[in-house]
C-alpha cells in the first residue's frame, strides 16, 4: 500500500456567517476484501470507513463509507463559519488507525 496522506484544502480567511467549500482527499487503497492474491488467498479488507469534521470541536460532518468507494477517496462539502477557529479532520481505518489534519481559519 502506498503511504496514507490526508490533505485538505480550506480558506484560511472567510466574512463571519460565509459558506466556504472544504476538499478533502486521502491516499488509501481501499482493498474490498472481495480480490484475491496471485495465489487465490482473499485480500483482507482494508478501508477507511468513517470521515469525520470539527470545527472549534464540535463535528458538524461524519459521513461513513462502504468497501464500494474508490480508492484514494476525496471529498467535499460546505461549512458555514461565524467565528475564527480550527478545523479537525480525521478518517478512520479498518485496521484501527486514525489518519487527521487540521485547518485554521480566521473570520474577518
Not at 485480500?43 to 469534521?53: D, G, L
Request: glycine share 6%; net charge negative.
Amino acid at each position: 500500500m502506498a503511504t496514507i496522506r490526508p490533505r485538505v484544502k480550506a480558506p484560511k480567511k472567510a466574512a463571519a456567517g460565509e459558506i466556504i467549500e472544504i476538499k478533502t482527499l486521502i491516499n488509501h487503497d481501499m482493498e474490498s476484501g472481495q480480490r484475491k492474491d496471485k495465489d487465490g488467498n482473499p485480500i483482507p479488507r482494508q478501508i477507511i470507513h468513517k470521515f469525520t469534521a470539527e470545527f472549534n470541536g464540535t463535528e458538524f460532518f461524519s459521513v461513513d463509507l462502504a468497501p464500494a468507494i474508490s480508492a484514494n477517496p476525496y471529498l467535499s462539502f460546505n461549512a458555514k463559519v461565524d467565528e475564527s477557529g480550527e478545523f479537525t479532520f480525521r478518517w478512520f481505518d479498518d485496521d484501527g488507525s486514525v489518519y487527521e489534519d487540521t485547518k485554521s481559519i480566521e473570520v474577518t
